[in-house]
Nanobody
């Protein structure tokens, strides 16, 4: 399974960004997907996850109401729409895939099966 994240960049606080994750053809049909983020010196933390069909979504409390995860299985893509960005959202964002979206929201990031490379989100205050 291969995942490729993109869409990071520099944005002012209060602004928006949309991250994208391109998945290899088998991933979209077989795995739940999600986003995690990491800042230097801290553990990678859960941000959002979405089930295979897209009917179930999970969010970290810190992003609820501001971020929206979605997927387009026909295009093998997953997205993270980030609105009202805050300086504390600044991190490297990683896309991930595993069997259960609900479990992705609670398990240690060390247990996640598949990772893409990160994309840096910088939020200026």
């Amino acid at each position: 399974v291969q995942l490729q994240a993109s869409g990071g960049g520099l944005v002012q606080a209060g602004g928006s960004l949309r991250l994208s994750c391109a998945a290899s053809s088998r991933t979209g049909a077989s795995y739940s997907m999600g986003w995690f983020r990491q800042v230097p010196g801290r553990e990678r933390e859960f941000v959002a996850a979405i089930s295979v069909t897209g009917t179930l979504t999970y969010y970290a409390d810190s992003v609820k109401g501001r971020f929206t995860i979605s997927r387009d299985n026909a295009k093998n893509m997953m997205y993270l729409q980030m609105n009202n960005l805050k300086p504390e959202d600044m991190a490297v964002y990683y896309c991930a895939a595993d069997l259960s979206a609900r479990e992705m929201s609670t398990m240690s990031s060390d247990s996640i099966r598949f990772w893409g490379q990160g994309t840096l989100v910088t939020v200026s205050s």
